[in-house]
């Protein structure tokens, strides 16, 4: 089973739209989660944390369901600038006893006129 | 503040060539890492430095070295380039390797013919 998993997509939707995306994890002992966003070409960048109560940045809102395991990023009112893959990332203890991130595929949105 | 650099942004091997891959930052970050990015695959860990002093394998370190040079640097070497290598490398930066975020490098775009 891959650590974490996303639908790919693309997401087709017009601008103003709202869209939804899920993801899954393996680990349930995760105790670090986030979304990043990557645009075509570019680096990963972080778009926003995701705690356990849920949490809201401007149009973007970030939920967490430990008991299911599964992760979710809201996107209202979607802007031409939200067209990129968002990748939905959890960390993952290694043997060294340190911990890094896992990241998912990532999931394609294009926001049309 | 530059955040995170890699040198060079492109790179065409030969198979056989070595070559070694430049990442510094200057966030005073502890811990330092190299992914791999390949279409279908999404990022992958090569190497981590949770550390100054510190490496530790990722998961796909076969083919690579690296060298965390000191707290700044941390170079990614191949050591007899394979056209499996052909991706994008992207280098990350964090303040303590315990799935805290990352900072990402604009990458380096390798092809191996």
């Known amino acids: ?113 | 503040n530059a955040g995170v650099t890699q040198t060079p942004k492109f790179q065409v091997l030969k198979t056989g060539q070595s070559m070694t891959l430049q990442c510094a930052q200057d966030m005073n970050h502890n811990s330092m890492y190299w992914y791999r990015q390949d279409p279908g695959m999404g990022l992958r860990l090569i190497y981590y430095s949770a550390s100054e002093g510190t490496t530790d394998k990722g998961e796909v370190p076969n083919g690579y070295n690296v060298s965390r040079l000191n707290k700044r640097e941390f170079s990614l070497r191949l050591e007899s380039a394979a056209p499996s290598q052909t991706s994008v490398y992207f280098c990350a930066s964090s303040e303590l390797s315990v799935g805290n975020e990352q900072y990402f490098g604009p990458g380096t775009r390798l092809t191996v013919t």
């Open chain 1, 1 to 113: 089973r891959k650590e974490v998993e996303q639908d790919p997509g693309p997401f087709n939707v017009p601008e103003g739209a709202t869209v939804a995306f899920n993801c899954t994890y393996s680990n349930s002992a995760s105790q670090s989660f986030f979304w990043y966003r990557q645009d075509c070409r570019k680096e990963p960048k972080l778009l926003m944390s995701v705690y356990s109560s849920g949490n809201e940045d401007g149009r973007f809102t970030a939920q967490l369901n430990r008991a299911s395991q599964y992760i979710s990023l809201l996107i209202r009112d979607s802007k031409l600038s939200d067209s990129a893959t968002y990748l939905c990332v959890v960390n993952l203890a290694q043997d060294s006893g340190y911990s890094t991130l896992t990241f998912g595929k990532g999931t394609m949105l294009l926001v049309s006129p």
